[in-house]
Every structure is written in C-alpha cells, then in structure tokens.
T-cell receptor, first 112, second 113 residues
Framework: KAGVTQTPRYLIKTRGQQVTLSCSPI?????VSWYQQTPGQGLQFLFE???????NKGNFPGRFSGRQFSNSRSEMNVSTLELGDSALYLC???????????FGPGTRLLVL | DQQVKQNSPSLSVQEGRISILNCDYT??????FLWYKKYPAEGPTFLIS?????DKNEDGRFTVFLNKSAKHLSLHIVPSQPGDSAVYFC????????????FGKGTLLTVNP
C-alpha cells in the first residue's frame, strides 16, 4: 500500500507571497492532519480534516488554512508568507481519528 | 506551555547497549502515547504506542513504559543498533472527540559502532 505523499518536496518563496501544499493520504484513510516542524518549536499541530470537515485546529494565525477534497486529498495554504514560516510541513493520515497517524516525507518551505 | 517535554535534546550510546529515551507530560487528560522515529529529510515513522490503561508495551527491541502517577514515559531500545540513530519524538493525545497529537521537541539518539 502506498504511503502518504506530499508535493512539492521543496519550495522557495519570498515574503508576501502565498503557497499551496498538497497531501495525498494512504488509500482508505479519511483523516488528514498538518504539522509544522521548526528547530525551535518542534512539531506543532496546524489542523486536522476528516471527511472534508475541519475537526481540530492548532494555534496558528488565519494565514494558515486548509481543505480536504472528497477523495481525502488535502491542501494547505499559507498566505502573506513571513520569514518565520520557513519550516518543514508534514502531513499525516489515519483511517479513523482514533487510530495511529502515518506521516508523509514533508514539504520543505524556505521563505526569503 | 509545553505539555509534552523531552528534556534531553540528545543521547549517545554504544552499539549493543540499552538506549533509554524519556518523556514527561503535564496534561492528565492524555490517554494514549506514541513514539515516532525521524530520519533527516523524511517524515516521522510510527514506532510504538501505549494506552493509559497499560504500564508497558513491547515490540521486538522496543519497549515503552508508562508511569501515570509520575506523568512519565520512557522508550527502551535493547540492543541498540547504529540504524537506530535518529530523532525520537514522544507524542500524546486526548481521546474522546479530540485525538489531537501533541509532540515533544524530540531527542537525537546516536548509536556508535
């Protein structure tokens, strides 16, 4: 069974731009979560989608948004990029919300 | 306020010896705990988990211990192998309608040949 895939793997943007990251979960998984990993803060939860509905949201500004499609694929959008948004963005999927999450390889975003 | 803490940023052990990684938590509502391993340029890989109704769970070389009264869990790797060198994250979640994972900042384990 294929794992979680994320595209693109690497991205360079400049301040003020916006970016959209994509995540395809493991087949049959209906929940997709997004995390931001930075050296100082570790892994921080952004939000979780289940059956196209946002279930949980972390403490991030409204510039960070997401959505999930009917095929469970998810996108995350960051508008008005700031230097501090440079991070590894990880997507994780699980079949049901109470089950173990499985992570993708991440998208490395660099904001210049 | 950091609810899941891994106080050792790094740990170095000799091949064949035991590696013990520690994790403390503050939220008494956490009822499920997980350990993930992460290599550079890859996403975290699930390793082992434990429910709060247990105090020990074993899977091959990996054992997780949970001490609820102390709000402490540990991951034991015996014997340690060079391929175990990675960053290990402790994570916790609250059941019910939430199931959101809260991660520690990770511990870099280096296993020396």
């Amino acid at each position: 069974k294929a794992g979680v895939t994320q595209t693109p793997r690497y991205l360079i943007k400049t301040r003020g731009q916006q970016v959209t990251l994509s995540c395809s979960p493991i087949s049959g998984h209906r929940s997709v979560s997004w995390y931001q990993q930075t050296p100082g803060q570790g892994l921080q939860f952004l939000f979780e989608y289940f059956s196209e509905t946002q279930r949980n949201k972390g403490n991030f500004p409204g510039r960070f948004s997401g959505r999930q499609f009917s095929n469970s694929r998810s996108e995350m959008n960051v508008s008005t990029l700031e230097l501090g948004d440079s991070a590894l963005y990880l997507c994780a999927s699980r079949r049901e919300v109470q089950e173990t999450q499985y992570f993708g390889p991440g998208t490395r975003l660099l904001v210049l | 306020d950091q609810q899941v803490k891994q106080n050792s940023p790094s740990l170095s052990v000799q091949e064949g010896r035991i590696s013990i990684l520690n994790c403390d938590y503050t939220n008494s509502m956490f009822d499920y705990f997980l350990w993930y391993k992460k290599y550079p340029a890859e996403g975290p890989t699930f390793l082992i988990s434990i429910s709060s109704i247990k105090d020990k769970n074993e899977d091959g070389r990996f054992t997780v211990f949970l001490n609820k009264s102390a709000k402490h869990l540990s991951l034991h790797i015996v014997p340690s192998q060079p391929g175990d060198s990675a960053v290990y994250f402790c994570a916790a979640q609250v059941g019910g309608s939430n199931y959101k994972l809260t991660f520690g900042k990770g511990t870099l384990l280096t296993v020396n040949p």
